[in-house]
Structure formats: C-alpha cells, structure tokens
C-alpha cells in the first residue's frame, strides 16, 4: 500500500542552523500540507501546497519557513534559522483528489530537536 | 478561539466495552474528520463525515455529527487492545477556495486494559 515517508526520522540541530526536512508524498497525490506537534499539544497546520505554489498557510508559517517541491517526487520543508520553540514533530500529508471531502495521508513524522 | 475540543482527556476501559470520545468545534465546518495516532507515530485516518451527514458508520467505528451543538463524537465498539492510542478529530473549515487544512483537537487518550 502506498504511503507517505519522511527523512530523517530524527533531527536534532543547534540554534540557528538551517534544517530541510524531506517528504515523499504518495506519487498521484496533487495536494501538500505540512503539520507540526509540540511535544503534548495538539497538531497544527503550517501549510498547504498545489500545483507549484502555496495554496493556504497559518500564522505560524512565518518567513523562516518555505516549502518546495524540487524535483517532482520530494516536498521539503526548510527552517532558515531554527528557534528552542520549532522543536516538535513535523508531519506531512498529501491528498490525491480534489473536493475537500477527501483524507490527507500522513507521514510518519521527522522529530526535530533544536538546542 | 479552540477549535476541535475532545473530551475526555484520557479514557480507561476493559477490553470488549464500547469507547466514546466526543469533540466540539466554534465555526462552521465543510467536514469533520477523526484520526488515530499510536504513541511517538504518524497520524492514520479513521473516518471522515461531511457537514449534511449525521451518521456513519466504518467496521468498528460509529460517527455522529450535530452542526447545530457543533459536536461530533466517536464511538469504538468491542474495544481491543489494539486501540490503545490517542483519538483527534480535526476539521475542515466552510470557507471555499483552496483552504483545507486540517484544524486538530488537543485529543483524547485512550487506554484499554486487558
């Protein structure tokens, strides 16, 4: 069955380092998002990505996050200069079909610890 | 404000009984969804019911959805050990376009004792 991945699994980096954390979206998926956790808090929305460009992103999603899809097939997150507070579990997702009546099928995450 | 409030925080149950977690949500909703994630794992989609659906129904999984108290619950029945996990429902806001970003609870714990 297809899923989505995620690399690394684990990433710890130092305060104010750059980190990209990689996604492999399920292949005939059209539809992005990214989500983090706080280690104890609820999953939040960052962003959403179609069709080459950002279609939705939160108040979180500030000018130290971007998005890209490089290559076709890889969806990468990139934090340019990390903060204490970004440690959390990142999760992508991705959605096949468009309508908004449709799941987003998760990765398992990548846990960054920033120190 | 919150959206997607489950309640209860954390549940205990015997395996074999029935588990009911509720959420409650503040603005209009296109759908509400319910996901599972094992401790420390991803997040696996479990059901999803449309804002003019009031019930449905998925092997174990029962869901309802009242628009007008904003709430919705889930109800596993003849729990296993198994669904030991912790239960969110998320929802899609009304808004058209292209925003579907999910909006999760804080959760609801749930520990079924064997």
């Known amino acids: 069955e297809p899923e989505v991945t995620q690399t690394p699994s684990h990433q710890v980096t130092q305060m104010g380092q750059e980190v990209i954390l990689r996604c492999v979206p399920i292949?005939?998926?059209?539809?992005f998002y990214w989500y983090r956790q706080i280690l104890g808090q609820k999953v939040e929305f960052l962003v959403s990505?179609?069709?080459?460009?950002?279609?939705?992103k939160s108040e979180i999603f500030d000018d130290q996050f971007s998005v890209e899809r490089p290559d076709g097939s890889n969806f990468t997150l990139k934090i340019r200069s990390t903060k204490l507070e970004d440690s959390a579990m990142y999760f992508c997702?991705?959605?096949?079909?468009?309508?908004?009546?449709?799941?987003?099928?998760f990765g398992p995450g990548t846990r960054l610890t920033v120190l | 404000s919150q959206q997607g409030e489950e309640d209860p925080q954390a549940l205990s149950i015997q395996e074999g009984e029935n588990a009911t977690m509720n959420c409650s949500y503040k603005?209009?909703?296109?759908?509400l969804q319910w996901y599972r994630q094992n401790s420390g794992r991803g997040l696996v989609h479990l059901i999803l019911i449309r804002s003019n659906e009031r019930e449905k129904h998925s092997g174990r999984l029962r869901v309802t959805l009242d628009t007008s108290k904003k709430s919705s619950s889930l109800l596993i029945t003849a729990s296993r050990a198994a669904d030991t996990a912790s239960y969110f429902c998320?929802?899609?806001?009304?808004?058209?376009?292209?925003?579907?970003?999910?909006?999760f609870g804080k959760g609801t714990h749930l520990i079924i004792q064997p």
């Open positions: 990505f179609y069709n080459n460009e950002i279609s939705e």
């Open positions: 292949s005939n998926h059209l539809y």
């Open positions: 998320a929802t899609v806001g009304a808004a058209g376009g292209g925003a579907d970003g999910l909006t």
């Open positions: 603005t209009s909703i296109n759908n």
């Open positions: 997702a991705s959605r096949a079909l468009a309508g908004r009546y449709n799941e987003q099928f």
